[in-house]
């Protein structure tokens, strides 16, 4: 990808962090913003330069990269950028890679000035993927601007979705499957255990079958994805079509929140 390229990348929690890094350590000229301010930290140390509000963040960029908690979070963001007239020039792609949902997508799309575009690029994938540069990206916009389609694939494997939003839409589905299929094997564990069954015994033998990727998340040590936006993600979904079952595993979510800020594969315990 052309270096020579000014990128922001605005939100450094635990999976921006590591995407922004990994664009500095390929030579990107990296701009950072984080609504706290001492996450920037170690990454103005790797060479980016910090700035203290978004709209600072945005001002000189040719790219601007989003990678914030839920809609809310994205729409302060955009407000803090819009508010200011002179943030965004004609040119300017905006990439938003949070998982927020098509709708979120398509109301800031109808915010931005004329000649700013806007893909929703949202990543499958943890914080060991997003520092190596091997996350599955799941683009909503089709062609691709040139330099969007460079920046994506400098983050991983890029999947082009279809028109503006699907994306998006497609995440809602894909990060869902994963919640769901991590509730349900730990359930089976809880099963079990009142069953008197060891649980390696259990574990060993739900991988060997069709939950196999899910006993593998639910057991994962090198993931950081809270269950408190694994539940928004679940929230987010169940607003599209009756869902009973995600409803359920959103109910189970939000009944521990003493695991709000732990890692998904906690709710097996």
Same mark, same amino acid.
């Given at each position: 990808? /052309? ?8 939100? $450094? ?26 996450? &920037?930290?170690?990454?103005? &140390? ?11 963040? @945005? ?9 914030? *908690?839920? +809609?809310?979070?994205?729409?302060? !963001?955009?407000?803090?950028? $819009? ?24 109301? $800031? ?5 004329? #000649? ?10 943890? !914080? /060991? ?8 990206? =799941? ?12 920046? =994506? ?8 979705? #279809? +028109? &503006?939003?699907?994306?998006?839409? =497609?995440?809602? @589905?894909?990060?869902?499957?994963? !919640? ?10 809880? $099963?079990?255990? *009142? ?8 574990? *060993? ?28 993600? !679940? ?12 409803? &359920? ?10 695991? *709000? ?9």
């Amino acid at each position: 990808m /052309d270096t020579t390229k000014k990128i922001a990348f605005l939100g $450094l929690g635990h999976m921006g962090a590591p995407m922004a890094r990994h664009l500095l350590a390929q030579g990107h000229v990296l701009t950072v913003w984080n609504r706290t301010p001492d996450k &920037a930290e170690p990454l103005v &140390a790797a060479g980016a330069t910090v700035a203290a509000t978004p709209a600072g963040a @945005v001002r000189d960029a040719d790219l601007v990269v989003t990678m914030l *908690a839920d +809609p809310a979070a994205l729409r302060a !963001v955009s407000d803090g950028i $819009l508010s200011d007239p002179s943030a965004l020039r004609p040119g300017v792609h905006w990439i938003d890679t949070s998982t927020v949902g098509p709708e979120a997508v398509g109301a $800031l799309a109808k915010r931005l000035p004329e #000649g700013v575009t806007l893909t929703d690029a949202p990543v499958m994938g943890s !914080v /060991d993927r997003a520092a190596t540069g091997t996350l599955w990206v =799941l683009a909503g916009g089709d062609p691709l601007p040139g330099p969007v389609s460079e920046l =994506l694939t400098t983050l991983g494997e890029v999947t082009v979705c #279809g +028109p &503006a939003g699907s994306g998006a839409a =497609l995440k809602l @589905v894909l990060i869902n499957a994963v !919640v769901g299929g991590v509730g349900l094997v730990a359930e089976a564990l809880r $099963l079990g255990q *009142a069953l008197g069954l060891p649980e390696e015994l259990v574990r *060993a033998e739900l991988a060997r079958g069709p939950l196999a990727g899910a006993v593998a998340r639910t057991y994962a040590d090198a993931s950081h994805f809270p269950v408190a936006l694994a539940a928004k993600d !679940v929230a987010l979904a169940t607003g599209h079509a009756p869902l009973p079952i995600l409803e &359920a595993v959103r109910a189970s979510l939000t009944a521990r929140p003493e695991l *709000a800020d732990r890692d998904l594969s906690r709710i097996r315990v």
